[in-house]
C-alpha cells in the first residue's frame, strides 16, 4: 500500500519523500476508497435541495442468472464514466440501480436450478449487489429499487389501475402470439421474425382474452415526439419503423353476383387501375363465411387448414395461395378479377385484405408469377429500371389508367384521394403498424393484475386502498401451458369481493408483462424511499426527465417505446408534467469474444469476477471502455486487459518514481522545472485536457485513453521535471475511468483532503494549445478575396503562403490576366497583392 507523503511547496513542484511500497495492490485501494466514498457520501446527491441535477440513469439488471455479465458491466462503466465526468463538471449526479426482477428471465432461471422464484430472488439480489458493489460505480445505495418486492409493486398496480380508469386499459379476445415453451403469449414486440424474443422457439397464435394496453391511441404523438429527443439515430428509426405510419386509402370492391363488399388498404391507390387481383387473408371474414358454406372447395379448407399453423418466417419463405371461387369487381375500370386467399395477407394489418398491382409490387409479382395472374402496367416505367427488374415498385407518371392517365402518383395523390372519396369508392386512411400492448401473462413471477372480475359488473379495479395485491408464495409455479396462469390453482387467491356491489367475486390471476414493471422505474429512483405516492411531485419536477440514459439497443421497440408510452399517459392523466422520460438516450455496442456473440452455448461468456479478482476493478474498467467505440462495442481479449493492466502500472510507477525523489534531488528538479516552466509538458497537458473533455463528452472512451496514454508518455518523456499540477492533471483524468487509483494518486499528490471525484474538471488555457493551422486573409488591390488555411510551420515562408494564395479557387479568377506588381504579407493575418 502508498501511504500519503506528499507535500505540496510553494512553486508547485513536488517536494517528495520514499514512498513505503510500490506494489500495485488494487484489492487494497478498492476496499479503502470503498469505504472512504460510503462512509463521506459522496455519491449520495440531496435528492431534495440538490442545485443542478443531474439523473444519470442505465438500464437495470434481470437477475436471471448466476450473477453479472460482463456485457452489464460493460454498460453500467460506459454510463458510469459520463456520470463521473459530470460530476466533475458541476453537477449533482444521481445514478441509481435496482433490479428489474420480476418476469420470465429470473423465473426461467429458477426453474432451471429448481427453486421457487420467490427463495431465489433474495439470493440473486445478494449476489447481484455484492458485484455491483465491485464494478466501481458511483452508485447511490441509498435508493436502490428490485421491482418483485411490494413496495414497490403496489404502485406498479395503481399505475394498471389508472391507465384501466382511463380507458387504456381493455381485456380483449384476440389472435396472439403463443410461445410453446415459455407457456404465454408475448406482446408483437417480442416477436423477432417469428420467434420468442427470449427463448428462440417459434412463436404460434392463438384465440385468448387478454390484457391490452391502447398504445396505438398514442402512435401519432409517439412518432411526433421523437423529432424532440437526442437519442441515437438508429433507436429513433427503429421506432419510427415500429409505429409504421402509412397513408392511404381504404378502397371497396364488389364481389361479383354478391352483396359482400371487400375493403382493401393500400398505400398506393395511384395504381387501382393495376389491381389484377385481390388478396384475402385466411383469416378475413369472408373466408370464414366461404369455407362454411357447401360451395367452397376442399382445396380451399385444405388450404385453410395449413395457413394457420405457419410461422411468420415459412410466409417470407414461400408465398402460396389458393383461388377463391370468386370474382371482384375493381371500381375504377369495373374489370372482373380473381380473388385469391393467402397467408402473405395478414389479418391483423389494414383489413385483411388487398388489391394486388403485380406490376407495381414484388410480392404481388411473385405471386402472380408462381399463379400466371395477369399483370398490368399502370405506371410509367424509368429506362434503366426497366433493365432491372420487370417489377417497377417506384412513383411515376399514369398510363393506362382512364381519366388519371398522365397524372403523377406523386403529385396528383391527394387528388387521386379525392377522386375516391367523392365516387365513395374510397376514404382516406392512416394505418399504423403499432399494435396495442399486450400485458397480461399466464406465469406466476409478475405483478398480479389487479383487476377482479364481477357476474354482475364486469371488470373492476381493486380499491387502491387494498394495494398492493400481493403474489402468495405459490409452491407448483410452474406454467401449466393451458393459458390460464399458475395463480388460477390457488383458491384463496382467486376469492374476492367485487369491488363496486360486494358480491362474490373472482381475482384476475394473470400477471404483468415484466415490460410494464421497467416503463416506469425512473420515476420511482428518487422517491424510493417514499411509501404514500408512486412519486413524489416536487422531487419528480426536479430530477425528471433523465437527463442521460443509456443501454442496450436491443430494447429499442420494448422498453424505450413502453416508457415513452406510459409517461405520455402519465402526462395526459395529470401526473406529470413532461411526456418524454429521456432527453437523451445513447445506445452502447455489444461485447463479443473472440470474434463471436457471447453466449451459454458457446461457453465463451466471461465472467467479470475473475477478472476483477485477477486485475482489479480499475483495469477491468479501463479496459472495457478501451477495447472501441462504446457505441460499437467490441472484442474482449485477455491479451488486451493485460495492457491494459500494464498501463495502469505504469502510472503508478510514475508517481511513485517522481514522488520518491530526495530533496537534493528535489533541488535540482525544482530549478529545471522552473526553467522548463511553459514547456512542452505543459502544452501536452493542454491539449490532454482539451481532447478528453471532448472524447467524453461524446462518449469516445476509447480516444479519450488514448489521449491520456500520450499525456502519460509525455509525462514520462519528461521526467523528474513535472509538476504536482501536471500529475494532479493526470489523476483527474483518469478519475472517471480508474476511480480507486486516481483517488490514491489524488492523496498521493495532496489534493487537499477532499475526494478527486468532487474536484472540478480541469480547464485548459487556449493559448497552451499548438494551433496546428492559422488562417490568412488574401487581398486583391485591399479588398478581401478569399481565406486560406496556412499549416503553423509554415506561417513564416512568405514564399510558401504566397504559393498557397496564388493556388486558391477563389484568387484565381482574379489575378487572371492582371499583373502583380507587389505582394505584401502580414505574418499569420493577410496577404495581399497589389495588381494593375
Ligand atoms: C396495392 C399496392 C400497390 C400496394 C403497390 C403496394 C404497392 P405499408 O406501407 O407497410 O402500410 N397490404 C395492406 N394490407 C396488408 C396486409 N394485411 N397484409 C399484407 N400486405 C398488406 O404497406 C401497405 C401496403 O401493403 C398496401 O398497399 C398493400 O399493398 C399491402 F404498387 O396496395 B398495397
Not at 489 to 512: L, M, N
Amino acid at each position: 500500500m502508498v501511504g500519503k507523503s506528499l507535500i505540496k511547496s510553494n512553486c508547485d513542484i513536488l517536494i517528495l519523500s520514499k514512498m513505503s511500497s510500490k506494489k500495485y495492490d488494487y484489492k487494497a485501494l478498492a476496499k479503502k476508497w470503498d469505504e472512504k466514498w460510503q462512509e463521506d457520501k459522496i455519491y449520495e446527491p440531496d435528492i431534495d435541495k440538490a442545485n443542478k441535477p443531474f439523473y444519470n440513469l442505465m438500464m437495470f439488471p434481470y437477475p436471471s442468472a448466476e450473477g453479472l455479465h460482463v456485457g452489464n458491466v460493460y454498460a453500467f462503466t460506459g454510463t458510469d464514466v459520463y456520470g463521473r465526468f459530470m460530476r466533475m463538471k458541476g453537477y449533482d449526479v444521481f445514478e441509481p440501480i435496482g433490479l428489474d426482477g420480476f418476469g420470465i428471465h429470473s423465473e426461467n432461471y429458477a426453474l432451471k436450478i429448481g427453486k421457487n422464484p420467490m427463495t431465489q430472488s433474495k439470493i440473486s439480489e445478494k449476489r447481484f449487489y455484492e458485484q455491483l458493489h465491485l464494478i466501481g460505480n458511483a452508485f447511490d445505495w441509498t435508493r436502490t429499487v428490485e421491482t418483485y418486492k411490494p413496495e414497490y409493486y403496489r404502485w406498479t398496480q395503481w399505475l394498471f389501475i389508472q391507465l384501466f380508469k382511463a380507458g387504456l386499459a381493455e381485456k380483449q379476445t384476440a389472435e396472439v402470439n403463443w410461445c410453446p415453451s415459455c407457456k404465454t403469449v408475448l406482446a408483437d414486440e417480442q416477436v423477432l421474425s417469428g420467434e420468442c424474443e427470449r427463448c428462440g422457439s417459434i412463436v404460434e397464435k392463438k384465440k385468448l382474452e387478454q390484457w391490452f394496453f391502447k398504445i396505438t391511441k398514442y402512435a401519432d404523438r409517439l412518432l411526433t415526439g421523437l423529432s424532440q429527443i437526442d437519442w441515437t439515430e438508429k433507436v429513433k428509426l427503429a421506432q419510427k419503423n415500429w409505429i409504421g405510419k402509412s397513408e392511404g386509402a381504404k378502397v371497396k370492391f364488389q364481389i361479383k353476383d354478391q352483396g359482400d363488399f371487400v375493403e382493401v388498404f393500400t398505400t398506393r391507390p395511384d395504381t387501382l387501375h393495376g389491381a389484377t387481383f385481390l388478396v384475402l387473408s385466411p383469416q378475413h371474414p369472408l373466408v370464414e363465411k366461404l369455407i362454411a358454406s357447401k360451395e367452397s372447395s376442399t382445396e380451399l379448407k385444405n388450404y385453410i387448414e395449413r395457413a394457420r399453423n405457419k410461422s411468420v418466417d415459412d410466409l417470407e419463405k414461400d408465398k402460396t395461395g389458393v383461388f377463391s371461387g370468386l370474382f371482384a369487381v375493381n371500381p375504377v375500370n369495373k374489370e372482373e378479377i380473381p380473388v385469391w386467399v393467402a397467408d402473405y395477407v395478414l389479418m391483423s394489418y389494414g383489413t385483411g385484405a388487398i388489391m394486388a398491382v403485380p406490376a407495381h409490387d414484388r410480392r404481388d409479382w411473385e405471386f402472380a408469377k408462381k399463379y400466371e395472374l395477369d399483370i398490368k402496367q399502370v405506371i410509367s416505367v424509368p429506362e434503366q429500371a426497366k433493365e432491372e427488374s420487370e417489377c417497377y415498385a417506384g412513383r411515376g407518371q399514369l398510363i393506362s389508367s382512364g381519366e388519371w392517365t398522365g397524372w403523377d402518383s406523386v403529385a396528383d395523390f391527394h387528388k387521386i384521394l379525392d377522386f375516391l372519396e367523392s365516387k365513395n369508392i374510397g376514404k382516406k386512411e392512416t394505418r399504423y403498424h403499432l399494435r396495442d400492448w399486450l400485458i397480461s401473462r399466464q406465469r406466476y413471477w409478475g405483478v398480479p393484475i389487479p383487476m377482479v372480475f364481477c357476474e354482475k359488473d364486469g371488470w373492476q379495479p381493486v380499491s387502491e386502498d387494498d394495494l398492493p395485491v400481493l403474489l402468495p408464495y405459490v409452491k407448483d409455479f410452474k406454467p401449466l401451458g393451458t393459458g390460464v396462469a399458475p395463480l388460477a390453482q390457488d383458491a384463496e387467491f382467486i376469492t374476492a369481493k367485487c369491488p363496486k356491489c360486494g358480491d362474490e367475486a373472482r381475482r384476475e390471476t394473470d400477471v404483468c408483462d415484466t415490460f410494464l414493471d421497467s416503463s416506469w422505474y425512473f420515476l420511482r429512483y428518487p422517491s424510493a424511499d417514499v411509501s404514500a405516492s408512486p412519486f413524489d411531485d416536487k422531487r419528480t419536477k426536479k430530477w425528471l426527465p433523465v437527463h442521460s440514459y443509456i443501454g442496450g439497443a436491443e430494447h429499442s421497440v420494448l422498453h424505450l417505446l413502453y416508457s415513452r408510452f406510459i409517461c405520455y399517459a402519465l402526462h395526459d392523466l395529470g401526473f406529470i408534467d413532461f411526456e418524454e422520460p429521456f432527453t437523451k438516450f445513447r445506445a452502447h455496442g455489444l461485447l463479443i469474444k473472440d470474434g463471436s456473440k457471447m453466449s451459454k452455448s458457446k461457453g465463451n461468456v466471461v465472467n467479470p469476477d475473475q477478472y476483477i479478482e485477477k486485475f482489479g476493478t480499475d483495469t477491468l474498467r479501463c479496459y472495457l471502455m478501451f477495447i472501441g467505440p462504446f457505441s460499437e462495442g467490441g472484442d474482449f481479449r485477455d491479451s488486451g486487459i493485460e495492457g491494459m493492466e500494464r498501463f495502469l502500472k505504469r502510472v503508478l510507477k510514475l508517481v511513485h518514481e517522481v514522488s520518491g525523489l530526495s530533496a537534493s534531488e528535489y533541488q535540482l528538479n525544482n530549478q529545471s522545472a522552473k526553467k522548463n516552466a511553459n514547456s512542452s509538458l505543459d502544452k501536452s497537458e493542454a491539449k490532454a485536457v482539451k481532447d478528453v473533455s471532448e472524447e467524453v463528452e461524446s462518449l469516445r472512451y476509447n480516444t479519450a485513453l488514448a489521449k491520456i496514454m500520450e499525456y502519460v508518455n509525455d509525462l514520462n518523456r519528461s521526467k523528474p521535471d513535472i509538476s504536482s499540477k501536471q500529475l494532479k492533471t493526470l489523476s483527474l483524468l483518469l478519475a472517471p475511468f480508474a476511480p480507486y487509483l486516481a483517488e490514491e494518486m489524488w492523496e498521493m499528490l495532496d489534493g487537499g483532503g477532499k475526494s478527486v471525484h468532487k474536484q472540478p474538471w480541469p480547464s485548459f488555457n487556449e493559448e497552451m494549445l499548438e494551433k496546428d493551422e492559422v488562417t490568412v486573409a488574401v487581398q486583391i488591390n485591399g479588398k478581401l478575396r478569399s481565406v486560406i488555411k496556412v499549416a503553423s510551420a509554415d506561417i513564416e515562408n512568405h514564399s510558401k503562403v504566397e504559393e498557397m494564395a496564388r493556388a486558391d479557387g477563389k484568387v484565381i479568377p482574379n489575378l487572371q490576366g492582371k499583373s502583380v506588381k507587389k505582394v505584401v504579407y502580414i505574418k499569420a493575418k493577410v496577404i495581399n497583392f497589389v495588381v494593375n
